[in-house]
């Protein structure tokens, strides 16, 4: 995302101000029409699952260090020196980056569930402060957020973030709704007036405002007060002055097409949050039509410009199907978070599978993991300039999740200052991994990742009977279901990096457990409590399990086979089970920038030491290899060169392929020659890639 500097001075002069009242009566208008004739049921349609309070489940295993190696890194440091959040404006400081106000709230909203999740009291104290602050200074009208007391521009959007934060901070203690509920109720009153006056809106406003959407409608399930009228007719009117998501999803490829639509609607994060919008308006309006659309929507966007990586292409805006074309952090994390609320909603299986492709593959790609071995090692640069930086300090850097990239690229030859500069809408620097490349909003906002797929692990079945196992690793989650059965569980698992689960579940009463299928597996078994293991039956994705009070175990083994996905140019992509795999290219070092107050922020600049350029040959003859990590435990991090456990051998050939300067690949040739023998090359999973190529072209090895 842009600093938003289409934000700057809009909705200023009375012909904007009558326009915006004339819209609101026609929204007012359209939204009783569409609910009143269309559907007269009232109240919100149910989900097809709940979502489970933060703090009832947590990470385990591999999955908890990775959540530690966030806490130990940029994520977990940012309250100590980043300006945009150690002096936020939203706490009484003076920095922010643009007058949507989004930098503290992002922050706010990725750090809840980071701190709860680890019971770190650190970061929960300064979430805690943070929620006291914004609270203790709503003023009388009702306005929340560093507009008090200023002549700031008063938009809504930069408040959504808080309110998934403050949101998930009453979820772990119930306590705080005393004072969050009716400050939330205070804003809502405000709001709607500013709606139906046409005030608060401007181009973000229109295309985010599902999030206030999913805000309202969790008042309305668990704290009413008496104000569902109000909530509704507030969630109306977000619907009908906002972007209509129904008509903006692609549907055509557009490498080449000018966006017909609002310019913001086809803004790569802003789609990632619309993805949102039908499932949340079918809970108010009840019609079928909008999951329909939803459903289809998702479908076009990934066909048109998705990624083996399991995301989509958007550098700033929609970028289809070029394997050099980028995606943005911060969509890859709202989009994760959009597909665990549409399987919430809709309940189809392809949001689930689709938002762990993205968790391991697309997100770690894009963040700096951990030292690797030193045969990638091939130049070490300590001098850049005028900074020295001492190698320990780089050492710890490469190691905490320190520097992240504003776009990733599925063939990525290098990440450094891009000349020429293959991404027409942002600049030079997107890809290499810093502190804040290109733009801020990726460092405050991409640490939800990790902690909001953990917390959607699980849900529930919507009469709160059954306990259902979404997203796969090892977890524990101590929920209460209905008739006060209390449920513990337990996985152990090196999944993604192992195709064996194994579940402990201990009940006080009897209940059907559920657990997804993913799409990918083959001849997967399941034994429960040591019987003989049988064939997986999945409904709809999830295998039920009849779970007795006391104490249940089962194990599920999960094997997959190799897949090869088309990609465009005659080029393939390489798949095995959730994950994909790339060739990993070894690369050198250099330190860009330093942070003055922080030396462990740094910006690095990657090159590939060693050839890149081959093309594939007959997969029939690739070969999945299942390495046993030493002592039965990953490496902590594990998303980085050599780290993993699994790979791929794959044969191939050495070829010519073009390059643009030195820093990205051309598409992949589609008629390849061998300029050599064909040998074998190893593929790794494509999270621990830094530099690499993910889309191969293709030969035909005799």
């Known amino acids: 995302m842009p600093l938003p500097m289409l934000s700057e001075n809009v909705e200023d002069g009375p012909f904007t101000m009558l326009k915006g009242v004339l819209l609101s009566l026609l929204a007012c208008f359209a939204a009783r029409s569409t609910v009143s004739g269309q559907n007269a049921t009232s109240g919100l349609a149910p989900k097809k699952f709940l979502n489970i309070p933060l703090g009832q489940v947590k990470p385990a295993g591999w999955l908890r ?17 980043y300006d945009y959040v150690a002096q936020t404006d939203w706490t009484g400081g003076d920095s922010y980056y643009s007058s949507l106000e989004e930098a503290g709230s992002y922050w706010f909203n990725g750090m809840v569930p980071n701190g709860i999740l680890l019971d770190d009291p650190t970061i929960m104290s300064q979430v805690q402060q943070f929620l006291d602050y914004v609270l203790d200074h709503q003023d009388s009208t009702g306005w929340l957020g560093p507009e008090v007391n200023t002549t700031k521009p008063r938009y809504l959007w930069g408040r959504y973030p808080f309110f998934f934060g403050a949101i998930q901070m009453v979820e772990a203690n119930s306590s705080l709704a005393e004072r969050v509920v009716p400050a939330l109720h205070k804003f809502v009153s405000l709001a709607n007036t500013m709606l139906h006056n046409g005030e608060g809106l401007e181009d973000w406003t229109r295309t985010r405002w599902e999030d206030f959407v999913i805000t309202l409608q969790w008042l309305y399930d668990f704290y009413p007060e008496g104000n569902e009228d109000l909530l509704i007719d507030t969630m109306e009117m977000l619907k009908y002055t906002g972007d209509p998501w129904e008509d903006y999803f692609p549907k055509t490829a557009v490498e080449h097409l000018q966006n017909p639509f609002p310019v913001l609607t086809w803004h790569g994060v802003n789609m990632a949050e619309g993805l949102k ?35 989509y292409a958007a550098d700033e805006y929609l970028a289809g199907l070029e394997a050099v074309r980028g995606t943005e952090l911060c969509l890859v994390v709202e989009t994760m978070f959009s597909g665990s609320y549409l399987y919430q909603v809709i309940g189809d299986p392809k949001f689930a599978d689709r938002v762990e492709r993205i968790t391991y593959n697309a997100l770690p790609a894009t963040l700096t993991g951990g030292t690797y071995p030193d045969r990638h090692v091939s130049v070490y640069e300590l001098h850049v300039g005028v900074i020295d930086i001492a190698a320990p300090a780089v050492a710890a850097a490469m190691t905490d999740m320190w520097s992240r990239q504003y776009l990733q690229q599925q063939n990525q030859i290098a990440a450094k200052n891009m000349t020429p500069n293959p991404f027409p809408e942002d600049g030079p620097y997107s890809n290499v991994f810093g502190l804040e490349p290109n733009y801020p909003c990726c460092t405050v906002n991409h640490p939800q990742g990790w902690p909001k797929f953990i917390s959607n692990a699980f849900v529930t079945t919507p009469d709160r009977k059954s306990l259902v196992h979404v997203y796969l690793g090892p977890f524990t989650a101590d929920v209460t279901l209905a008739n006060g059965n209390k449920v513990s569980v337990a996985v152990d698992t090196l999944y993604p990096f192992s195709d064996s689960l194994t579940t402990t579940i201990h009940a006080d009463k009897d209940f059907t ?16 409590n040591g019987k003989a293991a049988k064939a997986v039956s999945p409904s709809n994705g999830l295998q039920a399990v009849s779970v007795k009070a006391g104490k249940t175990t089962f194990t599920l ?70 390495g046993k990590p030493e002592g039965g435990n990953l490496p902590s991090p594990i ?7 699994l790979t791929i051998t794959a044969s191939a050939c050495p070829i010519d392929w073009a390059v643009a300067g030195d820093t990205f690949a051309a598409s992949p040739p589609e008629n390849a020659t061998c300029t050599g023998p064909v040998t074998n090359i190893t593929l790794w999973p494509f999270g621990a890639t830094k530099l690499r190529i993910g889309e191969f072209p293709t030969i035909q090895a005799n």
């Open 277 to 311: 919008a039908l499932p949340s308006t079918y809970r108010f309006t009840h019609n079928q039509s909008d999951l329909d659309a939803a459903s289809t929507g998702w479908d076009l966007l990934f066909q048109y410009h998705g990624r083996p990586s399991g995301i």
């Open 639 to 645: 998303f980085d060169s050599g780290l993993p456990p």
């Open 65 to 81: 260090d990775q959540l530690i190696v966030q806490t130990n890194g940029l994520a977990g440091h940012e309250h100590d020196f």
């Open 513 to 528: 457990y559920y657990v997804r299928i993913p799409s990918w597996v083959s001849k997967g078994t399941i034994s429960i």
């Open 557 to 626: 083994d999960l094997p997959s086979d190799i897949t090869i996905e088309s990609r465009p140019h005659n080029s393939v992509a390489v798949h095995r089970g959730p994950l994909h795999y790339a060739y990993d290219i070894a690369r050198s070092q250099k330190v860009l920038k330093q942070n003055a107050q922080q030396p462990l922020a740094v910006d690095l600049e990657f090159d590939a030491t060693e050839s890149w350029a081959f093309a594939l040959g007959d997969p029939t003859t690739f070969v999945f290899n299942a």
